[in-house]
């Protein structure tokens, strides 16, 4: 099983346990439309944490030089789609943007934790290959 489908079945399930824990108390205290917004949130967010491990895994295939670059542009490049994402949420659909946010926000600080784990694991590697 290669890295890149590994981490993609693992930022799935975690979605998939998250939604799953917060989907009836969403549904049943703030209603469909609260729901549609947090999912469409999280759906967002877990977009972002693909394309991070996707640039990350770049950046690191780089020479030393050019690391922080590559991260550096992936890091725009993500936060360029994010920011779209945003935009035509609140104008073209009816979604509860404080719902959406905050769902986009929870899912941010979800991916901080996986992108310091795959860099961290991926520093380890490289120490110890030398």
Request: proline share 1%; aromatic share 14%; charged share 15%.
């Amino acid at each position: 099983m290669s890295g890149f489908y590994r981490f993609s079945v693992k930022v799935v399930l975690y979605s998939s346990l998250f939604l799953a824990i917060i989907a009836y108390p969403i549904w049943h205290l703030l209603g469909t439309v609260s729901l549609w917004s947090v999912l469409s949130g999280s759906l967002v967010g877990a977009f972002n944490i693909i394309l991070a491990h996707i640039f990350n895994h770049r950046a690191l295939e780089k020479s030393t030089d050019k690391i922080m670059k590559s991260m550096l542009m992936g890091m725009a490049v993500r936060l360029i789609v994010v920011a779209a994402s945003t935009i035509i949420v609140v104008k073209l659909t009816e979604l509860k943007i404080i719902e959406f946010l905050v769902a986009l926000l929870m899912y941010y600080f979800f991916l901080q934790w996986f992108e310091v784990r795959f860099i961290q694991q991926n520093i380890l590697l490289s120490g110890k290959q030398k």
